[in-house]
C-alpha cells in the first residue's frame, strides 16, 4: 500500500501544485492552464514527463471533464441537470467511486476490488488530500481521478460565486 498527499497552493493562479509521497519527496507535478480555453490540468511525473491530461469541454451543454492517462481517455466527470442541487457522475470503463466524493471521502473500487481510498486531511491550509493507493499500477489514474474531482469542484465553485 502507498500513500500520496496531494496539497494545493491556495493562492497559486495558475493551479500548479505537486503530490508527494509519505517521505515528502515529489512524485507528481500538476500544472493547470490559466486563462486557456479549454481549460487543462496536465499531470507530469518527476522527469517532467507527462503521464495523464484533464480537459474540461468547451462546447458541451453542461460542463465536462475529460481524463486521459498515457494518452488514453479512461474516464468523464460530467455535470448532470438537477433543480436543487448540482449532481455529477463519473464514467470509467470497470471503475466505480463510493463515498462522497464531493467532500473528498471516497473509495475507488475496480470490478469488486478496493483498489484506492481518498481523504481530505483537516486543518491544513488549502486543500490537502490524502491518497491511500493499493494497486500500484493503478497510481496514475487514481492521481487523475482525484485531481479531475478537485477541478470539478473548483470549476463548481467559480461558477457559484460568479452568479452571485
Known amino acids: 500500500m502507498k500513500q ?9 493562479l495558475s493551479g500548479k ?21 479549454p481549460k487543462t490540468f496536465s499531470i507530469m511525473n518527476t522527469g517532467r514527463d507527462e503521464v ?8 458541451s451543454f453542461f460542463p465536462k471533464f475529460l481524463v486521459e492517462v498515457n494518452g488514453r481517455e479512461i474516464l468523464t466527470i460530467k455535470k448532470e ?5 448540482a449532481r455529477y ?8 467511486v463510493n463515498g462522497n466524493w464531493w467532500d473528498m471521502d471516497f473509495q475507488v473500487v475496480q470490478k469488486g476490488k478496493l483498489i484506492a ?3 481530505k486531511e483537516w486543518f491544513t491550509w488549502g486543500d490537502s ?7 500500484d499500477e493503478m497510481e496514475t489514474m487514481i492521481i487523475a481521478l482525484v485531481v479531475a474531482i478537485d477541478c470539478v469542484k473548483a470549476d463548481q465553485a467559480a461558477a457559484a460565486s460568479a452568479s452571485m
Open 52 to 59: 495523464a491530461l484533464i480537459e474540461k469541454q468547451v462546447f
Open 81 to 85: 441537470f438537477s433543480f436543487l442541487k
Open 129 to 135: 488530500y490524502k491518497v491511500q493507493i493499493l494497486d
Open 117 to 119: 481510498e481518498v481523504g
Open 17 to 37: 501544485y505537486t503530490v508527494k509521497d509519505q517521505q515528502e519527496n515529489d512524485r507528481y507535478y500538476v500544472e493547470g492552464s490559466f486563462m486557456q480555453v
Open 4 to 12: 500520496l498527499y496531494i496539497k494545493q497552493k491556495v493562492f497559486s
Open 89 to 96: 457522475t463519473i464514467d470509467a470503463a470497470g471503475i466505480e
